[in-house]
């Protein structure tokens, strides 16, 4: 099926730093979601987006609605060890179905 | 935010048994909910859309008969894994969508369940 860009696969950081990931498409999309897992748990919802432009925050995490409605970032700020896990992007497309299109994946790593 | 809960966390089970896995939304009605599986290290990818009061639609190459759907209630939908085997091992995930008239607002998962097959 279907899958979002996302990059990077994988990103290892030290301890403060900021993180970026990004998630790409050629289709149009009604909704971003960005979600967190970790091992052996369901992705967690971290933060919904549903408008062009649209820039949130949830605590030092960052994310935007691309202006073309392609795409989306996630912003990480001053990391810490429980970062760790794989963040994921998500969306619903524009004139689609309820069922969400998933991008593969970015893998955090964040040494101490 | 709201919670989809997901039961059981891990089952083992022999080969050629059945296994059902409950998907509850807790504050909110769901008229549809969603069935994944996830290989280890992979994303998440669609099995069926389960759709209360009526047959679940089933994404491109899984088995219906393998795995039955039923959502008898707007808070509930089970997955029940049919004869398995060891290729049916695996992490399943539900989830559950709130949304508008127009779009998907929020999309909530289940802790999942990890299937071993012996």
């Known amino acids: 099926g279907q899958q979002l860009n996302q990059s990077p696969q994988s990103m290892f950081i030290q301890e403060g730093e900021d993180v970026s990931m990004n998630c790409t498409s050629s289709?149009?999309?009604?909704?971003w979601l960005w979600y967190k897992q970790d091992p052996g748990e369901g992705p967690v919802l971290l933060i919904a987006?549903?408008?062009?432009?649209e820039l949130t925050s949830n605590g030092r995490l960052t994310a935007q609605f691309g202006i073309t409605r392609k795409d989306s970032f996630l912003n990480i700020s001053a990391s810490i060890p429980s970062d760790v896990g794989i963040y994921f992007c998500?969306?619903?497309?524009?004139?689609?179905?309820?069922?969400?299109?998933f991008g593969k994946g970015t893998k955090l790593t964040v040494n101490p | 935010g709201a919670v989809v809960s997901q039961h059981p966390s891990r089952v083992i089970c022999k080969s050629g048994t059945s296994v059902k896995i409950e998907c509850r939304s807790l504050?909110?009605?769901?008229?549809?909910m969603f069935w994944y599986r996830q290989f280890p290290k992979k994303s998440l990818m669609l099995m069926a859309t389960?759709?209360?009061?009526?047959?679940?639609?089933?994404e491109q190459g899984v088995e219906k008969d393998k795995f039955l759907i039923n959502h008898a209630s707007l808070t509930l939908s089970t997955l029940t894994v049919t004869s398995a085997h060891p290729e049916d091992s695996s992490f399943y995930i539900c989830?559950?969508?709130?949304?508008?008239?127009?779009?998907?607002?929020?999309?909530?998962f289940g802790q999942g369940t990890r299937l071993t097959v012996v």
């Open positions: 989830s559950a969508h709130e949304k508008d008239r127009f779009r998907v607002t929020e999309a909530f």
């Open positions: 289709s149009i999309f009604n909704t």
């Open positions: 987006l549903y408008k062009a432009g």
């Open positions: 998500a969306g619903q497309l524009k004139g689609g179905s309820e069922k969400l299109v």
């Open positions: 504050d909110f009605q769901a008229t549809t």
């Open positions: 389960s759709n209360e009061g009526s047959k679940a639609t089933y």
